[in-house]
């Protein structure tokens, strides 16, 4: 399934290893500015905010059948992390200088679920298109584990890349807002 599809290759080993980068990148910039002396707790709280918006429907993309459900999902989603993005920046340029790195690698932030949603679409065509009611195929809208899983070790992999470079760094951000807040 995985070693003959481009689409698919692309996203494991390209898109998701180049959306890891731009988060801790993101972090880095963040402590960069000391974001626990200017926007704090807040923008911290929108940061996890997108990472929730963007983890969900990954998550289901690792895991479930793809199909109409999650590919609507996935789009919601997409739009939902866009709106935040924009609240994000608007709010942080307000306390805190946003240097042209950090506008760069939120370029990265936008950009590579977006490219990730269209490898996901182009890889499941009929059930986009059925989404909105076109194409031969009828929308599924079930919930399902993949019947083609992923390889245990990518999977593995993935999940550890994810807690060490996004999970625990935005939770030693959050800790580090709180604990200036209370100084």
């Keep these: 399934m995985t070693q003959n599809d481009p689409t698919m290759l692309l996203l494991l080993y390209f898109v998701l290893p180049v959306w890891l980068l731009a988060g801790i990148s993101d972090w880095l910039c963040h402590r960069k500015t ?5 926007t704090g707790t807040k923008e911290t709280f929108i940061h996890i905010l997108m990472f929730i918006e963007v ?3 990954l998550l ?15 789009i919601m989603c997409f739009f939902l992390h866009e709106a935040t993005a924009l609240w994000d920046v ?5 306390a805190r200088e946003v240097s042209p790195i ?9 950009m590579v679920p977006l490219m990730a949603l269209l490898l996901v679409i182009s890889r499941h065509w009929e ?3 059925s989404l909105f009611g076109f194409g031969p195929t009828k929308a599924d809208f079930s919930l399902s584990f993949k019947s083609e899983p992923l390889p ?6 993935l999940l550890t890349a994810i807690l060490l470079l996004e999970v625990v760094p935005y939770l030693e951000e959050l800790v580090r807002c ?3 807040r209370k100084a």
């Design 90 to 94: 608007s709010y942080a340029v307000t």
């Design 55 to 57: 983890g969900v429907p």
């Design 127 to 129: 059930q986009f298109l």
């Design 102 to 110: 950090e506008q760069h690698v939120h370029s990265f932030l936008e």
């Design 60 to 74: 289901a993309a690792i895991f479930m059948e793809v199909n109409a459900l999650i590919i609507g999902l996935m």
């Design 178 to 180: 709180r604990r200036q």
């Design 34 to 38: 000391n974001i626990e002396t200017t």
């Design 152 to 157: 245990v070790s990518y999977v593995a992999v």
